[in-house]
C-alpha cells in the first residue's frame, strides 16, 4: 500500500539497500542521496512526504541538511546515527528533526516510525490512498496511470484495478470469484474466465520488470501478488 515517498540519505550503501527493501515492501516510494549536497538538492526536486537523515554524511553533515529542509518546508525528518549520546538527539529535535533512531536499528522498527509521523504530521491519511508502488511499478487509482520501469503504460480501468487489488494485498491469494466480486462488484454476472483473460494482459505489460515482486498463479486457487524478501 502506498504510503507516500521516502527520502533515504546515508552513505552507507547497505544501509540504503535494506531499508529499501523493507519500506518498498510496505509499498512506499523511495528516492535516495548518499551525501549532504545532493539531499538537499534531491530534496527540492522530487518533494518527498518524509526523509530519514542520516547524521554522518560526505560533504554537509545531516544536522545541516535538516536546517536547509526546515528552512523551505515543514517534511518530517527520522534522524539516523550511529551515535547515542543524550546532545545529539536534543540537537536533531532543536534543529525540527520530528523522531530519532540509533544505530544499529532494526527495519521494521523504522518502518513503524515512519507511519507514526506521517500520522502525527497529518501527512498520511488512510481513507486517500490510491497508489501503490514497488521496484519499478507505480499504480496510481487516483489518475489510473500505470508506470513500469518509469514509463507510463497504457492500462484500461479494469485492468488497473485489478492489478491495483492485488498489489495493494501483498502475498494474500485471491480466488478467481473474489477477484470478480471485490474488483468487479457483486452486480457483475461474469464467469472466472474474465479474470483469466485481464491477468493475462496484465503480464503482458509488467512480467519480469523486477525479481523482488511477481503476479503469480495460485494453482487450483487462484492469483496472489508475491513481494520476495
Known sequence: MSLGKVLI??????????????????????????????????FQQKKPDIVLLDVMLPRIDGWQVCREIRKKSDCPIIMLTAKG????????????????ITKPFEAKEVVARIRAVLRRSGAQNDNDIKEVAYENLLINLTN????????????????????YH???NPNKVFTRDQLLDEVWG???YGDSRTVDVHIKRIREKIDGMSDKWELRTVWGVGYKFEVKN
Open 85 to 100: 549520546e543524550i546532545f545529539d538527539k536534543i540537537l536533531g529535535l532543536e534543529l525540527g528533526a520530528d523522531d530519532y
Open 144 to 163: 489510473y496511470e500505470l508506470k513500469v520501469n518509469g514509463a507510463a503504460v497504457d492500462t484500461p480501468p479494469k485492468e488497473l484495478e485489478l492489478l
Open 9 to 42: 540519505v546515508d552513505d552507507d550503501l547497505n544501509i540504503c539497500e535494506l531499508l529499501r527493501l523493507y519500506v518498498q515492501k510496505e509499498g512506499f516510494q523511495v528516492e535516495f542521496a548518499h551525501d549532504g549536497v545532493k539531499a538537499v538538492e534531491v
Open 186 to 188: 457483486f452486480d457483475y
Open 166 to 168: 492485488l498489489a495493494k
